[in-house]
């Protein structure tokens, strides 16, 4: 707040607002800092950990570690990302969500079928144009196959599909969200 032009008995008031604010200003970038210097400090136990999971006999238990690997790496880069947004403004390119998705897919394809499913890869054109973040979308597309690959049930097809204008759908053969949560949920 600006201390000039006020009355000299509120000046007081105004410097222990500012001196408040600065305090919750350096409170938050060390915040920031932490979290980007958390995640950053992650990635290397958990590439080392999912190498040494990958040498481990098949079994299910190894499955599911690697699943839950997989979890804390998505964790760790989601972390980086909020880093990273906060950091900038988004900027709004020109993506393929083909390519977008058939990438997607085949980064996840291993872990579908490790957990017991098929995985398929569905685009209704060659090329789907959209504007938007390429980061951001290519992380919720990996959030949603994760999600099927949770809470699918362990059976069927995880199927991704693009489709003009500029939609992407992710479908599993899973129980789905009871009725009774679906209001929270939406």
């Known amino acids: 707040l600006p201390a000039e032009h006020i009355p000299a008995e509120i000046v007081p008031l105004v410097d222990a607002i500012n001196d408040a604010l600065s305090r919750l200003d350096e409170g938050y970038a060390r915040h920031k800092r932490f979290v980007a210097d958390a995640a950053h400090e992650l990635r290397t136990p958990i590439a080392i950990l999912n190498t040494r999971l990958e040498s481990l006999p098949q079994s299910s238990d190894k499955i599911r570690l690697i699943e839950d690997v997989a979890r804390l790496s998505i964790l760790a880069e989601q972390m980086l990302d909020l880093q990273r947004l906060d950091g900038s403004r988004a900027t709004f390119v020109a993506i393929d969500l083909v390519a977008l998705g058939q990438r997607v897919v085949a980064d996840l394809?291993?872990?579908?079928?490790?957990?017991?499913?098929?995985?398929?890869?569905?685009?209704?054109?060659?090329?789907?144009?959209?504007?938007?973040?390429?980061?951001?979308?290519?992380?919720?597309?990996?959030?949603?196959?994760?999600?099927?690959?949770?809470?699918?049930?362990?059976?069927?097809?995880?199927?991704?599909?693009?489709l003009p204008p500029a939609n992407i759908e992710v479908a599993d053969q899973g129980p789905g969200i009871p009725m009774a949560q679906r209001a929270h949920v939406f």
């Open 109 to 162: 394809a291993p872990f579908a079928i490790a957990a017991g499913y098929e995985i398929s890869f569905e685009p209704a054109t060659k090329s789907v144009e959209a504007l938007g973040d390429k980061t951001a979308l290519a992380r919720a597309l990996t959030n949603l196959v994760q999600n099927a690959i949770q809470h699918g049930g362990r059976r069927g097809v995880i199927r991704v599909r693009v």
